[in-house]
Structure formats: structure tokens, C-alpha cells
């Protein structure tokens, strides 16, 4: 059984930062891609930012110069860092991994960004 455990959410001013951590845990996984999505209400699930197991990334248009998305495959920990942060970055913020034996996803932390 396989656990993601994020940390890091939490209330920021406008042009504020934060940086999300997501720990994997359990079964032994050969990890392909890790990454973060975020979900505000009444809008649909997003992709925030994904990395690749060579380090490749990929990020929503909106947080593109923004946010870094990193990961330590020693500690099977994926980072997101926030910068500049927006009101309209309010969501919760859902860490992701994809594995060659399924995908799984965190229970959320909730980021709230004032104006």
C-alpha cells in the first residue's frame, strides 16, 4: 500500500510564497512522474506541475515563472515551490505519482492566498 503525506499549505498574502513537500510511503514503487494539481471550488482539477523520473518538468500555464516544481528520489519527496502567489492560486493542492503498477494521489492540503 502506497501513502502520500503533504505539508506546507497554509495562508499567504498576495505576492507571498510556500513550498509544499509530499512524501511517498509503503509498498516499494519504481516512480515515474510526481507532481502537484490543485482544485478551487467549483472549478475543475488542474495540473499545477509534474516532473519526470529524468527531471523533466511540465507546468500550468498559469504558474509558469511562478512556481518550481522539484523531487528527491533518495526520499521519494516531491517539492513544490510558490512564489509570487496570486488570490486566484487559492485551491487545494493535490499531490500526484504515477508508477509503472498504478497512480495515487494525496488527501490535499488546502492554500489560501489574501488579497
Known amino acids: 500500500q502506497v501513502q502520500l503525506v503533504e505539508s506546507g499549505g497554509g495562508l499567504v498574502q498576495a505576492g507571498g510564497s510556500l513550498r509544499l513537500s509530499c512524501a511517498v510511503s509503503?509498498?516499494?514503487?519504481?516512480?515515474?512522474?510526481m507532481g502537484w494539481y490543485r482544485q478551487a471550488p467549483g472549478k475543475q482539477r488542474e495540473l499545477v506541475a509534474v516532473?519526470?523520473?529524468?527531471?523533466?518538468?511540465n507546468y500550468g500555464d498559469s504558474v509558469k515563472g511562478r512556481f518550481t516544481i522539484s523531487r528527491d528520489n533518495a526520499t521519494y519527496t516531491v517539492y513544490l515551490q510558490m512564489n509570487s502567489l496570486k488570490p486566484e492560486d487559492t485551491a487545494v493542492y493535490y499531490c500526484?505519482?504515477?508508477?509503472?503498477?498504478?497512480?495515487?494521489w494525496g488527501q490535499g492540503t488546502q492554500v489560501t492566498v489574501s488579497s
Open positions: 500526484y505519482v504515477a508508477a509503472g503498477s498504478g497512480a495515487w
Open positions: 509503503g509498498s516499494r514503487i519504481v516512480i515515474k512522474a
Open positions: 516532473i519526470g523520473s529524468g527531471g523533466s518538468t
